[in-house]
C-alpha cells in the first residue's frame, strides 16, 4: 500500500535532495536546531555539516549557515528580536540615519542585549512573537518606533511602511496599540514622497498657508507646494548626475510658468532647519507664494 504524501516517511524522502545548510539557508540562515530537525534532518546530518563548517552553532539550540546576516546571529545569541529602527531600515523604510545603534525587542526569557551600545524594547508586543522569530511584526516595529522616537521622526517611518503598503492604517486601528502609536497613526498620510518630506509639513503648519505634497506641474510632481507659487524641492541621496539634471530642467521649467523654487537637501532639513525655515518665511514675506 503506498505512502501517503504527508507522512513522515516521505517528508524525509522529500528533503533527501536538499543538504541541512541550504534549508537553513532558504528560512533566513539562522534556525533553531530543534526545527531542522523536525524538517527530517537526523542528529548526524547536523553534525556532519557542523563539523564540514556549512553550519555553525551561534548558540544554544540554535545553528546558522557561516556568512549569515550578524543581526540575526546577534540575536539568536541573546534571546531577542530585531526591532524599531533597525527593523525598519532592513525593511527598506525610512529611517533617519543619524540613528546608528541597534535595536531590539526582549523576549520574556531575553539574556542581555546584542551589543553594550544596543536599545532593548521591554515593552509587551502588539502582536504575539514565535519563539522562533529572531525579526519583529511590522506592527511590533511600528509600536517600538512610536515610543521610541521623536514624533516627526517616527511618523516618517509610519508614512514610509504605508507608503510600501506592509501594513494598512486601517488594520492598525483595530490593534491594541499605545497611546503614542495611536498619535502617530492619527497623524499618518501616504502623501509624502519620502521621510524628509513627512518632517517638513508639520513644522510649516504653524504658517498657516496651503500646503500640497507630490501635486504635478510642468509635467512632474513637485515635493511640496507652499500657497499658488511657492515650490520646495526635498532632495535625497539619489539626487545625482541624471536625476540632478532633469531637476534642474524641471525647475527652470517651473520658474518659467511663474513659480519660485527653493531646493534643499537632507542636511539642511536634519541638520538645519532653522535656515531653511528662514529662507521660507522671507519668501512668504515677499509674497512669492501668491499668484500674480
Same mark, same amino acid.
Given at each position: ?53 556549512? =553550519? ?15 543581526? =540575526? ?6 534571546? $531577542?528580536?530585531?526591532?524599531? $529602527? ?52 511590522? #506592527?511590533?516595529? =511600528? ?15 509610519? #508614512?514610509?511602511?504605508?507608503?510600501? %503598503? ?22 499618518? #498620510? ?6 524628509? %518630506?513627512?518632517?517638513? $509639513? ?14 504635478? @506641474? ?7 507646494? @507652499?500657497?499658488?507659487?511657492? $515650490? ?10 541624471? &536625476? ?29 532647519? %532653522? ?10 514675506? &515677499? ?6
Amino acid at each position: 500500500m503506498p505512502r501517503r504524501a504527508g507522512s513522515p516517511a516521505v517528508a524525509r524522502v522529500t528533503m533527501s535532495h536538499m543538504d541541512a545548510a541550504t534549508w537553513a539557508r532558504a528560512r533566513g540562515g539562522v534556525v533553531r536546531s530543534d526545527r531542522i530537525a523536525r524538517a527530517g534532518y537526523g542528529r548526524g546530518a547536523l553534525d556532519r555539516a557542523v563539523a564540514r563548517r556549512e =553550519l555553525v552553532r551561534v548558540a544554544r539550540g540554535w545553528l546558522a549557515v557561516p556568512d549569515a546576516d550578524p543581526h =540575526l546571529t546577534a540575536a539568536a545569541r541573546s534571546g $531577542v528580536v530585531i526591532s524599531c $529602527v533597525t527593523q525598519a531600515r532592513r525593511r527598506g523604510w525610512w529611517v533617519h540615519d543619524d540613528d546608528a545603534r541597534v535595536h531590539v525587542a526582549a523576549h520574556a526569557h531575553a539574556g542581555r542585549a546584542p551589543t553594550a551600545t544596543a536599545v532593548v524594547h521591554w515593552a509587551r508586543p502588539v502582536v504575539p512573537r514565535h519563539p522562533d522569530a529572531l525579526v519583529d511584526a511590522p #506592527e511590533n516595529v =511600528l509600536a517600538a518606533v512610536a515610543a521610541c522616537q521623536p514624533f516627526e521622526v517616527a511618523l516618517a517611518v509610519w #508614512e514610509s511602511a504605508l507608503r510600501k %503598503e506592509e501594513v494598512s492604517a486601517p488594520a492598525l486601528a483595530r490593534l491594541r496599540l499605545p497611546a503614542c502609536a495611536r498619535r502617530v497613526l492619527a497623524a499618518a #498620510e501616504v502623501w509624502s514622497d519620502s521621510g524628509l %518630506e513627512t518632517i517638513v $509639513v508639520p513644522r510649516l503648519r504653524w504658517m498657516r498657508l496651503s500646503l500640497r505634497r507630490q501635486i504635478w @506641474i510642468a509635467g512632474h510632481r513637485v515635493d511640496l507646494l @507652499i500657497g499658488e507659487r511657492l $515650490v520646495l524641492q526635498i532632495d535625497g541621496g539619489h539626487h545625482v548626475g541624471a &536625476q540632478r539634471d532633469a531637476d534642474n530642467a524641471h525647475d527652470a521649467a517651473l520658474m518659467l510658468l511663474g513659480y519660485h523654487v527653493i531646493r534643499v537637501g537632507y542636511r539642511q532639513v536634519i541638520h538645519q532647519w %532653522e535656515q531653511v525655515q528662514d529662507v521660507l518665511m522671507r519668501a512668504v514675506a &515677499q509674497g512669492l507664494h501668491l499668484a500674480r
